[in-house]
């Protein structure tokens, strides 16, 4: 072996500072230009940085159009229910989360994929009988987003695909890409109510598609998919070995003329990631409490899927454990009322929304059955000043002072914006009246149509 020699070097009888070198095999480590390197500063951000990119961040936090100065900016762009204040959330959630803090108890870290008895709650909570749950199969998680990270960093590798809607939420591609996992978009159709192209879904299908995901009820749509259909989707999966995850974090927003369906409770064989939270059904986005619901009743993700998950977990050490300590009390105590009372908030909205735009030459709202959105159709050919949907939101945001998202920009899907139906009533009925003035205002009769404008 080679002799290690420790060599000192100074200047003066006291140095300020001590050189230490290992000489190794008489070779001297004093540090020098390293080999192949080059010495000059150069720091880039990572191609995972560079990759990801999220649409509707981008557009709301950095929109470069100016408002009317003479009008009150009215933002129906973003799905954040408390951002106007008529909208809080439960005082029992509120209640739990101080007597949480109060307790002392949750000050350190949990394990990392959250308390147990957290996660037992959360079992007993989704449990059902088509549906079983305990707590070894749920896994909490920083929000929902962070539980639709991890669902796609188990399932898919580089290089790998998955199956996203379009229109959808552009999240799903924001994550996906930053992993170097591929996107392939699957149809929705706006005339079914927004169903999915099941042909051209299955169509996209190859051996390196790693999941589908089923996003239900839908942001942007609104949409609620009916037990028929969802049983269509989980026989494509099954016809071709595909596992789903399922975002139904707006699973308990549906309006009482429709019955929402979770889908690992129709699924008999293929296996499903469900992701949920506290965001949408408790109204505290800013909160960050979601999970991962594992549904394996055939076995076939196994221990590795699972035990992937908790590695995953590892990451960051688990959500906030204060709002794990409330879980118990927000989902045992707060009442029945404060969920019917949003649900018929929301579905008065919808219907307020709907009916006001639906009246507009050149627009197409498609009716939404839950959620916090509705998507409204631009005959654009009626518009022919606007090249497209994102020219038709800046000049509605520059003469109304109204933001809507361009569905181009932020679902891929053209000729169509999103609508926030959260706001109060008073500013919707306002909103509405903006785009119906601005519509009249740039509507033009299209070609060979004049006998149906003249009606």
Request: glycine share 6%.
């Amino acid at each position: 072996m080679d002799p290690y020699v420790i060599q000192m070097s100074s200047k003066g009888n006291l140095p300020s500072i001590l050189d230490v070198h290992v000489n190794v095999g008489g070779r001297s480590s004093v540090p020098g230009k390293m080999k192949g390197r080059n010495t000059r500063w150069s720091v880039r951000p990572s191609d995972m940085a560079n990759k990801t990119f999220n649409p509707i961040r981008a557009i709301v936090d950095n929109m470069k159009v100016k408002p009317n100065p003479n009008k009150t900016m009215i933002s129906l762009s973003i799905g954040d229910p408390t951002v106007f204040g008529n909208l809080p959330t439960d005082p029992e959630v509120t209640q739990a989360m101080k007597d949480a803090l109060d307790s002392g108890k949750y000050n350190g870290y949990a394990p990392s994929i959250g308390f147990l008895s957290s996660r037992e709650e959360i079992a007993s909570y989704y449990h059902c009988p088509e549906a079983p749950l305990e707590a070894k199969d749920v896994i909490l998680t920083s929000g929902c987003s962070q539980a639709i990270e991890m669902c796609l960093a188990v399932l898919a590798n580089p290089g790998q695909n998955i199956l996203v809607p379009r229109p959808g939420f552009s999240l799903y591609r924001t994550l996906a890409e930053s992993m170097g996992i591929e996107v392939k978009l699957y149809n929705l159709l706006p005339e079914k109510s927004w169903e999915i192209d099941l042909k051209q879904l299955e169509s996209l299908i190859d051996e390196k598609t790693a999941c589908l995901i089923v996003n239900n009820p839908s942001n942007p749509c609104g949409s609620v998919f009916s037990k028929r259909h969802l049983q269509k989707i989980l026989a494509v999966a099954a016809r071709q070995c595909v596992p789903i995850l399922a975002d139904e974090i707006y699973g308990d927003m549906v309006f009482s003329d429709c019955k929402y369906e979770p889908l690992a409770t129709l699924s008999t064989d293929v296996p499903v990631l469900s992701c949920g939270g506290l965001a949408k059904r408790w109204l505290v986005p800013g909160w960050r409490m979601g999970w991962i619901l594992i549904h394996d009743r055939r076995d076939i993700f196994g221990n590795e899927i699972r035990d992937g998950l908790a590695k995953l977990s590892q990451r960051i050490l688990g959500p906030c454990t204060i709002v794990q300590g409330a879980l118990k009390s927000i989902l045992r105590r707060t009442p029945e009322e404060f969920y019917h009372n949003t649900l018929s908030f929301l579905k008065s909205s919808a219907d307020l929304c709907y009916g006001a735009l639906a009246a507009i030459p050149g627009l197409r709202p498609v009716r939404p059955s839950g959620a916090m959105y509705l998507m409204v159709g631009i005959e654009m050919e009626h518009f022919p000043e606007f090249e497209n949907d994102v020219e038709f939101t800046e000049r509605l945001v520059a003469e109304q002072s109204v933001h809507c998202l361009p569905a181009t920009q932020c679902f891929e899907y053209p000729n169509f914006i999103r609508v926030v139906i959260t706001v109060p009533k008073v500013m919707m009925l306002e909103a509405c009246s903006r785009i119906q003035e601005f519509c009249e205002q740039h509507y033009h009769c299209a070609e060979g149509s004049q006998e149906e404008c003249d009606k």
